[in-house]
């Protein structure tokens, strides 16, 4: 089923990280919720803050929420 949500982040990997995905395209993989900031700045949410990206409605977290970094 896909998503409704245009911000995918994957649950972690067996080295640590997360892949993102952003309306259908791998930006890369983020180590924390301040990498995963600057993914989504870059992806045009600019003014956005950890806090904003850890309570957005935008994110479908797999694996685990906004706190959840390591397997």
Same mark, same amino acid.
């Given at each position: 089923?896909? %998503?409704?949500?245009? =911000?995918?982040?994957?649950?972690? %990997? +067996?080295?640590? /990280?997360?892949? =993102?995905?952003? &309306? ?7 180590? %924390?919720? @301040? &990498?995963?900031? =600057?993914?989504? @700045?870059?992806?045009?949410? +600019?003014?956005?803050?950890?806090? &904003? =990206?850890?309570? %957005?409605?935008?994110? +479908?977290?797999? /694996? ?5 970094? +390591?397997?």
């Amino acid at each position: 089923m896909a %998503s409704d949500r245009p =911000v995918i982040v994957y649950p972690p %990997s +067996e080295t640590g /990280g997360r892949r =993102v995905r952003v &309306d259908g395209k791998i930006l890369g993989t983020a180590y %924390s919720l @301040q &990498d995963l900031t =600057v993914f989504l @700045q870059h992806a045009g949410l +600019e003014g956005w803050d950890e806090l &904003d =990206v850890a309570g %957005s409605g935008l994110i +479908e977290w797999r /694996g685990g929420g906004p706190d959840v970094w +390591e397997h």
